[in-house]
């Protein structure tokens, strides 16, 4: 018997481990390696990493970190989630394995919905972005090139339009855009191209540019990805009959994390809040806290 399972071995899970550790609490990690820290190459806005550092190196470190508190870590899919005694879960893996924990942290994050190039996959977080928030500066002046679908692309691509106005939109899947959106595009000279991408050009981790379908080059020296549609992986919550927004997000206690279904808290990227790793690391600390505070 866990005192707290953690689904999720990205940021915020990895930060609740470290915290649950150190209050000598028994910790069972159940982590898929399939979250968004695992494929990002280079967070910029993270402190003390001026240099940047990847997702895959963070996560390396917060495990080494949380084992060193007794932290124990399961590789595989929490499939399925239920209360059977009171102040009691369960969780089966999609490979037959059951876990049983006293408190439960939701860790699950969110996956962006990146286009079919496997050669895009060096560049994220590099010279290819998904959240302005984050990687915003990254392309100040640069020539860049927004890969999306319909809606969500031409915002992204205005939204741009603070750090650089040498934009491209490729509206991949050739979804409508509004004509608000069309109209506000030609305003700011940005421009729209509605084809589909045939193949997407990089020299390792430096995105190089796109090629149309029709066999147009568009040279470019950063991307951004905007198709929408994004997975919140919060299915195991719904399992519990934990609250989600209409976009599957969890909503959370503000102070304490926790969700509306006692001793089941949640972090990270899906709760409703702004996707950001440093938010992830407070998320993680703060549940952390009051499950401590809820196991005294």
């Known amino acids: 018997m866990y005192d707290c399972m953690i689904i999720g071995g990205g940021i915020a899970g990895l930060q609740a481990a470290i915290q649950l550790g150190r209050y000598k ?15 990002c190459k280079g967070y910029h806005n993270v402190l003390g990493y001026p240099d940047g550092i990847s997702g895959e190196e963070l996560r390396k470190i917060g495990r080494k970190q949380a084992e060193q508190y007794g932290v124990e870590f399961f590789a595989g899919k929490a499939d399925q989630a239920k209360a ?23 860790a699950t994050g969110v996956m962006d919905r990146i286009p079919n190039f496997p050669e895009i996959y060096p560049c994220l977080g590099m010279t290819v ?20 679908s319909g809606n969500p692309g031409a915002n992204m691509a205005l939204t741009l339009l ?21 109209q506000k595009l030609k305003d700011h000279s940005i421009r729209y191209i509605d084809e589909p991408i045939q193949n997407i050009v990089v020299d390792g981790e430096n995105f190089k540019g796109a ?19 994004n997975e919140v992986k919060s299915g195991l919550a719904q399992q519990l009959g934990v609250q989600t927004l209409e976009n599957r997000h969890i909503p959370i206690d503000p102070r304490t994390k926790m969700t509306n279904v006692q001793n089941v808290w949640a972090a990270g990227d899906v709760a409703a809040h702004s996707e950001q790793v440093t938010i992830a690391m ?3 600390s703060q549940s952390a806290i009051w499950i401590h505070k809820s196991l005294m």
């Open 25 to 39: 609490h028994k910790v069972l990690v159940i982590d898929a390696n399939d979250g968004r820290s695992s494929i």
């Open 84 to 106: 059977i005694n009171e102040g009691e879960f369960n969780i089966m893996t999609d490979t037959g394995e059951s876990f049983t924990g006293k408190r439960l942290l939701l």
């Open 129 to 148: 972005y998904v959240c302005p928030d984050c990687d915003g500066y990254e392309v100040k002046d640069q020539e860049t090139i927004v890969l999306g």
């Open 162 to 182: 603070y750090w650089t106005n040498k934009l491209t939109f490729i509206n991949h899947e050739q979804k409508p855009v509004d004509d608000k959106l069309q």
């Open 211 to 229: 090629i149309l379908k029709n066999g147009e080059k568009l040279p470019g020296s950063r991307g951004f990805i905007a198709f929408g549609g």
């Open 282 to 284: 407070g998320d993680g």
